[in-house]
């Protein structure tokens, strides 16, 4: 049995963190044990949704030549995506592991075969390349999440709505990542405590670490009651497109810092 490297052990890592996570997905649909007491098609969605941004996201950074695989992982789910009601898929749980599940363990065990086979020598793109590939430009500037929840709503002139997205898919990335199903400011009091802190932005052991945790959360409470709730209450507002695209920059950078957050 050939020996694994160093980037080997860690892509397998990484990508049984992934399959950890999807495995967990069933319970955001409300199922459990394969059975459903509150299906909530709409919340499993947005999990698996924020689930794939990243998955595919890694793929593109960690796998050389892998644009048109991501492509077809990306068109297989949206071609097998279903309705609510699950119709044509039997019962709720059998459509949940056809449709979120099952396809894409299938897919991160070929890439962990591929990987101990050692057909990737060039595992990650050299951090020159990629700043040379960056394009500073506005949409340059977003993150994934936000292109994502946000950036076909600002194109099309949907300003609230682009907006509104960017902060709801900020919230929603958090809630995925701690497990917390709180909003608002008791999510963000509970997910960034000083004392019992879920995910750590930098480091806590120092003051200055301290000062970053303790700032963030009231930038994302901000966000949320600053942002958020004033476009959510009122079709009215004073957006261009030059203060939507900002707001759009800005929450790119709070999507940034929650991807890069440690696990307490």
Same mark, same amino acid.
């Given at each position: 049995? !050939?020996?694994?490297?160093? =980037?080997?052990?860690?892509?397998?890592? $990484?990508?049984?963190?992934? #399959?950890?996570?999807?495995?967990?997905?069933?319970?955001?649909?409300?199922?459990i044990n394969g059975m459903s007491s509150r299906f909530d098609?709409?919340?499993?969605?947005?999990?698996?949704?924020?689930?794939?941004?990243?998955?595919?996201?890694?793929?593109?950074?960690?796998?050389?030549?892998?644009?048109?695989?991501?492509?077809?992982l990306r068109h297989q789910y949206h071609d097998n995506n279903c309705n609510p009601s699950g119709s044509g898929y039997g019962?709720?749980?059998?459509?949940?592991?056809?449709?979120?599940?099952?396809?894409?363990?299938?897919?991160?065990?070929s890439l962990r075969?591929?990987? !101990?086979?050692?057909?990737? =020598?060039?595992?990650?793109?050299?951090? $020159?390349?990629?700043?040379? #590939?960056?394009?500073?430009g506005f949409e340059?500037?977003?993150?994934?999440?936000?292109?994502?929840?946000s950036l076909a709503l600002y194109r099309d002139g949907h300003l609230r709505e682009a907006v509104l997205n960017s902060v709801t898919a900020i919230f929603d990335l958090i809630r995925d990542r701690s497990g917390v199903a709180e909003d608002g400011d008791r999510l963000?009091?509970?997910?960034?405590?000083?004392?019992e802190p879920i995910l750590i932005l930098s480091e806590i052991e120092s003051e200055s670490g301290k000062?970053?945790?303790?700032?963030?959360?009231?930038?994302?409470?901000g966000a949320y009651q600053g942002i958020r709730n004033p476009k959510a209450h009122t079709l009215n507002h004073d957006l261009n497109?030059?203060?939507?695209?900002?707001?759009?920059?800005?929450?790119?950078?709070?999507?940034?810092r929650v991807e890069e957050a440690n696990d307490a």
């Amino acid at each position: 049995m !050939t020996k694994l490297n160093e =980037e080997q052990n860690r892509l397998l890592e $990484e990508l049984a963190q992934f #399959e950890s996570q999807l495995e967990q997905l069933p319970s955001d649909f409300g199922l459990i044990n394969g059975m459903s007491s509150r299906f909530d098609y709409q919340r499993g969605k947005l999990r698996f949704d924020s689930w794939l941004l990243r998955h595919t996201d890694w793929i593109l950074n960690n796998i050389p030549g892998s644009e048109q695989d991501v492509e077809s992982l990306r068109h297989q789910y949206h071609d097998n995506n279903c309705n609510p009601s699950g119709s044509g898929y039997g019962t709720r749980s059998q459509m949940v592991n056809t449709v979120f599940i099952r396809p894409f363990i299938n897919r991160i065990d070929s890439l962990r075969q591929d990987i !101990t086979a050692g057909h990737f =020598e060039s595992v990650y793109k050299p951090t $020159e390349d990629k700043a040379a #590939e960056t394009a500073f430009g506005f949409e340059g500037l977003l993150h994934p999440l936000i292109v994502q929840s946000s950036l076909a709503l600002y194109r099309d002139g949907h300003l609230r709505e682009a907006v509104l997205n960017s902060v709801t898919a900020i919230f929603d990335l958090i809630r995925d990542r701690s497990g917390v199903a709180e909003d608002g400011d008791r999510l963000i009091g509970q997910v960034f405590s000083i004392n019992e802190p879920i995910l750590i932005l930098s480091e806590i052991e120092s003051e200055s670490g301290k000062n970053d945790q303790k700032g963030f959360m009231q930038i994302f409470k901000g966000a949320y009651q600053g942002i958020r709730n004033p476009k959510a209450h009122t079709l009215n507002h004073d957006l261009n497109e030059m203060k939507v695209a900002q707001y759009l920059v800005f929450a790119s950078m709070l999507a940034r810092r929650v991807e890069e957050a440690n696990d307490a």
